[in-house]
Every structure is written in structure tokens, then in C-alpha cells.
């Protein structure tokens, strides 16, 4: 019996996704819960596990397309007969997915059976909700031109037959180390990562790499089904397309909106301190060469997400949302921690719950933890909601100062700029000092400036002097 897989709700009622890769192709044969595909929400890339065991019979979509929550993202050949009971030590029967398997909880209904294909009730398998027994939600898929339209032009030279998305490599099969939005902007572009240096870590073949090698080669353009081959012309040496069209989805999308609705919400304050932190970068240095501490990657941002964590505890404030529909201000117990993470995918914020219990070398290690796996694009929408008040870090790219944008939600975020030696006044005299500037954006609706303004004078006491703050920590 032939089973249709529709593409589950991956979170908090997102309406579309993008399909990032395929892990399998059709003839494969994939066993119960199966990474088949990467699929990019708004907010992450999550594995897709296969809610049954059988041959695949079709792919509904090419990587590189969106479609619509509901839709048929691919077919299973169980191997039942028709109407035969599901045993579930074998071949399980179609549940409604959820993206539990990458944090979410919600789920989807199941395509209508039809042409003889049947929807029989069965066990829910691991990674996905509850069944549902509503109705069919079959959507039609969007044009595989729509996608080739976006596709910026790009001067074409001679290439072997262009990657069909309906033929991917074998499961399991070795390639040139890359993400797969980097993987997908070479196939669009018609070139081989193969033939591509990497030059991010270890050989790491980045979007830089595949823009750079689109310049300096002849390439050929991606062309919608059906469309003549356009004759290959050369490009001069080092020349570079004349412009570049990049679609606006998946995490960049989400990212635009939710900044918009920020802006035009939430009225922003910015104030900005510019404080000496010596004995901070000292305490830093200090950790880092503690052999007993060589497995903690203690850093300046660790040491300011711990003097955020104090403050707040002191000015509650900061750490809080306005609830329009009941006009109240929420205050957290707790501190749940945004750092902002720059990916190749986009600004994402994922967030450390209860990082105010943390101590200074747990909170070090959570902070590592979060940022490997928001650049691996494996971060989950989960971890991505429910943040309390977020920090990014402006200073890893040599600025100072900026006027950060409130992450939806929020009350307060914090940038922290560049440290730099510079000469400074201490302790009556001029001496070169290690310096940074603290920015704080607050919602002026939740924080008065007396209480942001203390907020931030008190963070900047700790890094100052964080041999005082011991006793809190």
C-alpha cells in the first residue's frame, strides 16, 4: 500500500518550510523514524524522520522549494495490502507528525487517501504527537518555475547535465564538507563542490568560497523545466555578476518580520556606558590558562552574561514582557538568556533557560554549547522561544557601539562592543587599560530610564571589579 507523508507543523504554528536536502532518493528503501530530509522553518534547520518503513515511490518536492504545511512531501510503498491490519512489530501505519524530534509539540493531519491508497489508524512512533483523525488537508504544490525565477543570473560556460533534484547521491555517500544552503547555492549556480577549496575550519567550503569560485569560472545558468539550454559564454577574469538576487525565506524572513514588529512596537531607548574592564579580561586570561579548567572555554561574553544575570536579579524590570491582550506587565522569576548567533542562515536567538542558576563556568559551557550548534544550523525551534532577555556580541566584529533591536518580547538587550587598550584614567594617574562600551536597548513601555539606566550602571560595576561580585555567583 502506497502512503502519503504530509509535512508536519514543525513548531508553533508555522505555516511553510523549506526543504534544505534529501537523505534519500526514490527507490530507497527507509526504516521506521529515518532521517529522510533537512527542512529549514523559519527559525531552524530540523531533521525529518520517517513516520513508516518502506520504498520510497515519489518526492513531492525538489530541495530548494517551499511548501505548505499539509502538503504531501513524499510517498512510501509500506508493502501492505489494502485494508490489512497494521502489525506493529513491522510496517507501522502513518501517524500525524509533529516536530517533537527538533522541539515542537504541534501536529499536522494526513493526506486524503485516494487512487486506492488507504490512511489506516496506527501507533504513534517516536518523534511525532498524537494522531488526528480530521479530514484530508492536501494542498497543491507550488511551481518547481517559481523557485528557477528567483535564481539570480549568472554569466554560463559548459558544465556537465544539471543536478536534478529527483536524483540524489546515496545515503551515506561522502562529500565536500559544506552546509546545505551552501550546497544548494552551488547547485544553483552549476558548480561541482568538488572542485571547490574550502577555507572555512577544516576545510569547510563556505558561501564565500562558491561566490568567489562563481566569478572566476564560467558557470551555467539554472533553467526552468522544458527551457532551452542558453549557449555557454565566457566572462572575463575575477568578473562578477552584476547583481545578486537572494529569495527572502526561512530564517532571514522570520528574522526581517519579527525586527519590523519590534521597531514599530516596542519604543526603544538606547543607552550606551563605556567602562574599564582590565580585571575582567585579567579574570579571563586567568581561568584560560588553569589547566584544572581546560575543558571550560571561559570567555569575556560568559563573564558579562553572568553580571547581566546579577543585575537582573536586582532590577526585575529588565527581565519581563508587556502582555498587550491583558495589559500587564509580566515580570520572570528566572532569567532565560538570548544570545544572538550569526549564522549562515541568518541572526538567530536561541536562548539558555535558568542561565541566572547557572554558575559562571556552567553558564561558559552552555554559552559554547548553544553557539556550535546554532553555526551547524541544527539549533531547534524550541530553544528559540521563550527567551527572558537577550545579549549579542557586536565586539567579535571590531564595533563599539550600536543601538541593538529588542528581540520580540522583550524588555532589554544588551551589545557588548570591542575591547580595546587605550589610555584611561586609574587611580590618579593615566595608564593604557583594556576598555569596552556596554549598549542596553530597552522598551521604554516596561523599563523607566531610572531602572535601565541602574541596570546598566550595575553591570558595568561587576566587569569593572568582578572579584566584588564572587559573592554573588
Given amino acids: 500500500m502506497i502512503r502519503d507523508f504530509p509535512l508536519p507543523d514543525l513548531g508553533e504554528g508555522l505555516t511553510e518550510s523549506e526543504i534544505v536536502a534529501w537523505r534519500v532518493a526514490v ?153 546545505p544552503p551552501v550546497r544548494k547555492l552551488a547547485r544553483d549556480l552549476g558548480l561541482d563542490l568538488e572542485h571547490i577549496a574550502g577555507t572555512g575550519p577544516r576545510g569547510l567550503i563556505t558561501r564565500d568560497d562558491v561566490e568567489h569560485a562563481a566569478s572566476s569560472s564560467v558557470t551555467s545558468p539554472t533553467i526552468a523545466s522544458g527551457a532551452a539550454v542558453a549557449e555557454p559564454q ?70 558579562v552574561a553572568k553580571a547581566l544575570c546579577i543585575a537582573a536579579r536586582r532590577t526585575p524590570e529588565v527581565n519581563a514582557r508587556w502582555d498587550e491582550d491583558a495589559q500587564e506587565i509580566v515580570q520572570f522569576a528566572g532569567v532565560n538568556l538570548g544570545i544572538a548567533a550569526a549564522t549562515e542562515r541568518g541572526l538567530v536567538v536561541p536562548n539558555i533557560p535558568g542561565a541566572d542558576g547557572l554558575t559562571l563556568l556552567e553558564l561558559a559551557d552552555a554559552i559554547t554549547a548553544l553557539a556550535e550548534t546554532a553555526r551547524s544550523g541544527r539549533t531547534s525551534p524550541s530553544s528559540l522561544a521563550g527567551g527572558t532577555i537577550s545579549i549579542t556580541n557586536i565586539g567579535v566584529f571590531g564595533i563599539d557601539a550600536g543601538t541593538p533591536i529588542l528581540n520580540p518580547g522583550e524588555a532589554a538587550i544588551l551589545a557588548m562592543g570591542a575591547v580595546r587598550r587605550q589610555p584611561w584614567e586609574h587611580r590618579g594617574e593615566i595608564a593604557l587599560r583594556e576598555v569596552m562600551t556596554l549598549s542596553l536597548s530597552f522598551d521604554h513601555r516596561l523599563v523607566d530610564g531610572e531602572q535601565g539606566s541602574r541596570f546598566l550602571a550595575d553591570i558595568g560595576a561587576i566587569l569593572r571589579e568582578p572579584g566584588r561580585a564572587l559573592t554573588m555567583m
Fill in 234 to 303: 565566457a566572462a572575463p577574469t575575477g568578473s562578477r555578476p552584476a547583481e545578486t538576487r537572494i529569495p527572502i525565506k526561512g530564517v532571514r524572513k522570520h528574522t526581517a518580520a519579527a525586527m519590523v514588529r519590534s521597531a514599530f512596537t516596542a519604543p526603544h531607548v538606547t543607552e550606551f556606558l563605556t567602562i574599564d574592564v582590565t580585571e575582567t579580561m585579567e579574570l579571563v586570561r586567568g581561568l584560560r590558562e588553569d589547566r584544572a579548567l581546560a575543558a571550560h572555554r571561559v570567555t569575556p561574553l560568559a563573564v
Fill in 27 to 179: 527507490g530507497d528503501r527507509v526504516e521506521l523514524n529515518q532521517i529522510v530530509a533537512d527542512i529549514e522553518t523559519a527559525k531552524a534547520v530540523v531533521e525529518l524522520p520517517s513516520p513508516f518503513a518502506g520504498v520510497i515511490t515519489a518526492l513531492h518536492a525538489a530541495e530548494g522549494e517551499t511548501i505548505d504545511v499539509g502538503a504531501p512531501l513524499f510517498s512510501c510503498d509500506t508493502g501492505e495490502a489494502s485494508g490489512e491490519a497494521d502489525d506493529p512489530g513491522s510496517v507501522p501505519a502513518t501517524p500525524a507528525p509533529s516536530a517533537a524530534a527538533s522541539g515542537g509539540t504541534s501536529t499536522a493531519d494526513e493526506a486524503a487517501p485516494a487512487g486506492g491508497r488507504e490512511a489506516a489508524p496506527g501507533p504513534n512512533l517516536v518523534g511525532y504527537g498524537a494522531r488526528d483523525e480530521g479530514g484530508p488537508k492536501r494542498r497543491a504544490r507550488r511551481a518547481a518555475a517559481l523557485a528557477a525565477e528567483l535564481v539570480p543570473e549568472v554569466p554560463a560556460a559548459p558544465v556537465a547535465e544539471a543536478p536534478r533534484p529527483d536524483l540524489e547521491p546515496a545515503v551515506g555517500a561522502e562529500r565536500p564538507r559544506s552546509t
